[in-house]
Every structure is written in structure tokens, then in C-alpha cells.
């Protein structure tokens, strides 16, 4: 059985940062996209980061320069660095895996709250 599995959410202050692991199980993803969405309370979900399996990235507008993707494939983890974190940023972050070009793997989310 496949699993995400998000972790490293929490309470910041505003300018803070924070440091989200997504960890699989059941099947090896190193050679398969990951990436990072976000559902902001009462809006749909919305794309964040994503991370080729050779290591080429792209980033949401609103995070560029200040969210940070990268992967571990010996680990099967994707990570995220989030900086300078603001109020709008959040969320409940999901992390999830590209399979045939459909974000088909999903994690459980993990709540991220930046509140002073």
C-alpha cells in the first residue's frame, strides 16, 4: 500500500520559517515528479512547488524566492523549505507524486498556521 505521509507543520510567527518532509512508503519514487499544494482555509487546493526527478523545479509566483523544494531519492522524501513566511501563506500543505502525468499520490496533509 502506497502512503504520504507530511510532516513538520506548526504554528509560525510571521518572517519565520518552517520545514515540511513528505515521506513515501509502498513504492519507490525517485524516478517519478513530487510536489507541494496548498488549500488555504475556505479556497481550493493550489499548486506550490514541483520537482522533476532529475532535480529541475518550478515554483508558484506567490513563493518564488522563498519556498525551497528538494528531494532525497535514496530517502523516498521530498522536502520543502519555507522562509519568510507570511499570513497568507496559510494553509494545509499536501505533498503528492506524479504518476503518467497525473498528480495521482496524495498525502494527508499537514496543517501550517503563520500568525503572530
Known amino acids: 500500500q502506497v502512503q504520504l505521509v507530511e510532516s513538520g507543520g506548526g504554528l509560525v510567527q510571521p518572517g519565520g520559517s518552517l520545514r515540511l518532509s513528505c515521506a513515501a512508503s509502498?513504492?519507490?519514487?525517485?524516478?517519478?515528479?513530487r510536489g507541494w499544494f496548498r488549500q488555504p482555509p475556505g479556497k481550493g487546493r493550489e499548486f506550490v512547488t514541483s520537482?522533476?526527478?532529475?532535480?529541475?523545479?518550478n515554483y508558484a509566483d506567490s513563493v518564488k524566492g522563498r519556498f525551497t523544494i528538494s528531494r532525497d531519492n535514496a530517502k523516498n522524501t521530498v522536502y520543502l523549505q519555507m522562509d519568510s513566511l507570511k499570513p497568507e501563506d496559510t494553509a494545509i500543505y499536501y505533498c503528492?507524486?506524479?504518476?503518467?502525468?497525473?498528480?495521482?499520490?496524495w498525502g494527508q496533509g499537514t496543517q501550517v498556521t503563520v500568525s503572530s
Open positions: 503528492a507524486t506524479s504518476v503518467g502525468g497525473q498528480w495521482n499520490y
Open positions: 509502498g513504492r519507490t519514487f525517485s524516478s517519478y515528479p
Open positions: 520537482i522533476t526527478w532529475g532535480g529541475t523545479t
